[in-house]
């Protein structure tokens, strides 16, 4: 059964940091494009950064410069390192792993920034 278990969430205030874990139980992770998605209270989801099998990176324009996606194939995790965060930034984060026609979704994990 394909899992994605997202970990880190909490509540930080304005300016902290917080890390985010996905782990993947599917194989050949490597070829997955992965990303985090969030979906604040009466928004849409809204993709908040991406990275390719090949490690490259997109990011929001609205977290340039405070998040960092990265990946870890050999223990088919990857992570959001999230600085200077903003009460804006409060939402559920979603881990998602797309290749081909196969698209999976973590469960969702909180983050709220208090200012």
């Known amino acids: 059964q394909v899992q994605l278990l997202e970990s880190g969430g909490g509540l930080v205030q304005a300016g902290g940091s917080l890390r985010l874990s996905c782990a993947a139980s599917f194989s050949i992770f490597s070829t997955y494009t992965m990303g985090w998605f969030r979906q604040a209270p009466g928004k849409q989801r809204e993709l908040v950064a991406a990275i390719t099998s090949g490690g490259s990176t997109n990011y929001a324009d609205s977290v340039k410069g405070r998040f960092t996606i990265s990946r870890d194939n050999a223990k088919n995790t990857i992570n959001l390192q999230m600085n200077g965060l903003k009460p804006e930034d409060t939402a559920v984060y979603y881990c998602?792993?797309?290749?081909?026609?196969?698209?999976?979704w973590g469960q969702g994990t909180q983050i709220t920034v208090s200012s």
């Open positions: 998602n792993a797309i290749w081909l026609w196969n698209n999976y």
